[in-house]
């Protein structure tokens, strides 16, 4: 089992920053590729980025690419989300996951490929 915990959601306003944090327990964290999804009000959960387990290989959706950065520090079982240049389109609840790893530089896109799923954090962009 793997227990995730995301935090640093809030209300921002448009073209601010936040960074979302993914604290992870239980199973080897080094060994998943994690990933963060989001699901607005009304709308079916859409990924967001992706990264492998190594750190080596990340994966953006587009309409975050160029502002999100998706990063790890395996050493303290933690994934971040980097958001810049916040819009009012990128307000719902944010989740990370995590997804059993067979080599190095994979990751994945589908939710249905994750394993283990966080209980979110909202974050709020006003106009």
């Known amino acids: 089992q793997v227990q995730l915990v995301e935090s640093g959601g809030g209300v921002v306003q448009a073209d601010s920053s936040l960074r979302l944090s993914c604290a992870a327990s239980?199973?080897?964290?080094?060994?998943?590729?994690m990933g963060w999804f989001r699901q607005a009000p009304g709308k079916e959960r859409e990924f967001v980025a992706a990264?492998?387990?190594?750190?080596?290989?990340?994966d953006y959706a587009d309409a975050v690419t160029g502002r999100f950065t998706i990063s790890r520090d395996n050493a303290k079982n933690t994934v971040y989300l980097q958001m810049n240049s916040l819009k009012p389109e990128d307000t719902a609840v944010y989740y990370c996951?995590?997804?059993?790893?067979?080599?190095?530089?994979?990751?994945?896109?589908?939710?249905?490929?994750?394993?283990?799923w966080g209980q979110g954090t909202q974050v709020t962009v006003s106009s």
């Open positions: 990264i492998s387990w190594s750190g080596g290989s990340t």
């Open positions: 239980g199973r080897p964290f080094s060994s998943f590729a």
């Open positions: 996951a995590a997804a059993s790893a067979y080599y190095s530089d994979a990751y994945y896109h589908q939710a249905d490929e994750y394993d283990y």
